[in-house]
Nanobody, 112 residues
Framework: QVRLVESGGGLVQAGGSLRLSCAGY????????MGWYRQAPGKQRELVAT???????NYADSAKGRFTISRDNAQNTVYLEMNSLKAEDTAVYYC??????WGQGTQVTVSS
């Protein structure tokens, strides 16, 4: 079964850091662009960052300078390193491949 599984979320104080992981199962994702998205309560899901198969990256303005997306193709895993976290970063974070393959999400809560 092809699926994405996120992990690494949790509760952290403002200014802290978290590292999210997205592991792919069922087939290799090394040739695909992968993305991290987030959805806060009462808000639409939004793009956080993407990474192409060649390692090119793109970030939402809210993530620039604080978040880093990376990938380990040998492990079929994509990461999101988040630093200097703010209360407004609180959301469920989702991994996505292509148009419609989503993970189940991992909760990130930043206390102020």
């Amino acid at each position: 079964q092809v699926r994405l599984v996120e992990s690494g979320g949790g509760l952290v104080q403002a200014g802290g850091s978290l590292r999210l992981s997205c592991a792919g199962y069922g087939r290799t994702f090394r040739f695909n662009t992968m993305g991290w998205y987030r959805q806060a309560p009462g808000k639409q899901r939004e793009l956080v960052a993407t990474i192409t198969s060649g390692g090119g990256t793109n970030y939402a303005d809210s993530a620039k300078g604080r978040f880093t997306i990376s990938r380990d193709n040998a492990q079929n895993t994509v990461y999101l390193e988040m630093n200097s976290l703010k209360a407004e970063d609180t959301a469920v974070y989702y991994c996505k491949q292509g148009l419609s393959l989503w993970g189940q999400g991992t909760q990130v809560t930043v206390s102020s």
